[in-house]
């Protein structure tokens, strides 16, 4: 239950900086460190929101109140997702193959999850 609040206020934090830095600044004027920042909170958010996604699933699904810690690496695995489509979008490289392509290697992690933990 402990790791429930500091993800949900993590990500509650990074979506405040994420608010304040797409209001305030522009990429130009915000350099390396700051779109590193920007990335590094929207995967925050994204890991908050994939592991409330996550923990609704197994609670309506499969009746778990419990949330191990490899369901902690699924999210983390999973959250990853957003950001390798949104630097394909910056990249403008977005299409069917690379969706494709990053949907495999998803699940490629993924299974490499399950099997080493």
Same mark, same amino acid.
Do not use: C
């Given at each position: /239950?402990?790791?429930? !609040? &500091? &993800? ?7 979506? #405040? #900086?994420?608010?304040? /830095? ?19 909170? =929207?995967? &925050? =958010?994204?890991?908050?929101? =994939? ?7 197994? !609670? ?7 949330? !191990? ?6 999210? #983390? =695995?999973?959250?990853?997702?957003? &950001? /390798?489509?949104? /630097?394909? !979008?910056?990249?403008? #490289? ?6 494709g392509l990053i949907c495999i290697f998803i699940f490629l992690a993924e299974f490499l999850v399950a099997k080493r933990a």
């Open positions: /239950m402990k790791h429930n !609040r &500091i &993800i949900s206020v993590a990500s509650i934090a990074g979506l #405040a #900086a994420l608010f304040l /830095m797409l209001t305030f600044t522009s990429p130009t004027e915000i350099g390396p460190f700051g779109v590193l920042l920007f990335f590094t909170t =929207v995967y &925050i =958010v994204s890991f908050g929101v =994939v592991t409330l996604i996550f923990q609704s699933f197994m !609670r309506l699904a499969f009746k778990k109140e419990s949330f !191990r810690g490899k369901d902690y690496l699924y999210s #983390a =695995v999973l959250a990853f997702g957003p &950001i /390798m489509l949104l /630097m394909a !979008r910056s990249f403008g #490289a977005i299409n069917l193959w690379t969706t």
